[in-house]
């Protein structure tokens, strides 16, 4: 049988992971295409580096624009930025709230083993008016199999971004 223990150690693994991930998007994947898409690349990774993920993307779309970024270029790169605001607004419920083991309701149909995952703060829960027992408890945490497949998601983007920097410096004029 597993233990308790055994299983906090195994959903704080995890979310070790996914903030690995996490990091190597934001720190390094991101900062990679705006200091390509910049005409002063020391400037880039100074503003880079002092601004929030959703500012950071933004400047990227806005440089692209700017640098005349087209076609399936465009459209890669926009593809890839939306992705990882989407996987930002996941990262902030996984990084700010509470991991553990949780007991669902046995009256909603779960089983009486408990759930890993991670606490979903009310105003981030979505719900649907007359919503039955086993939804609102099931509103109420991310669980570690979410936990995992945001964090393949992150790999893919991650690798997907890596593909978009030899076009962009191509786009760029440089080699």
Not at 13 to 18: D, E, N, S, T, Y
Not at 108 to 116: Q, Y
Request: hydrophobic share 45%; no cysteine.
């Amino acid at each position: 049988m597993v233990t308790h223990a055994e299983l906090n150690q195994r959903l704080h693994a995890a979310i070790g992971v996914f903030v690995s991930e996490f990091a190597a998007l934001e720190s390094i994947q991101l900062m990679h295409v705006l200091t390509v898409l910049s005409l002063d690349q020391t400037l880039a990774l100074g503003l880079g580096g002092l601004m929030e993920l959703h500012n950071k993307i933004e400047l990227i779309k806005h440089m692209a624009r700017e640098r005349d970024v087209r076609g399936g270029l465009l459209s890669d790169l926009t593809k890839a930025l939306n992705k990882a605001k989407s996987i930002g607004e996941k990262r902030n419920v996984i990084v700010h709230n509470a991991a553990s083991l949780f007991m669902m309701p046995a009256d909603a149909g779960f089983s009486s083993d408990p759930v890993l995952g991670v606490n979903i703060p009310p105003s981030k829960r979505k719900l649907k008016v007359g919503a039955s027992l086993r939804e609102r408890a099931r509103a109420m945490v991310m669980e570690l199999s979410e936990i995992d497949g945001y964090t393949r998601e992150l790999v893919e983007l991650n690798k997907a971004l890596q593909k978009l920097i030899a076009p962009l410096h191509a786009h760029m004029g440089r080699s």
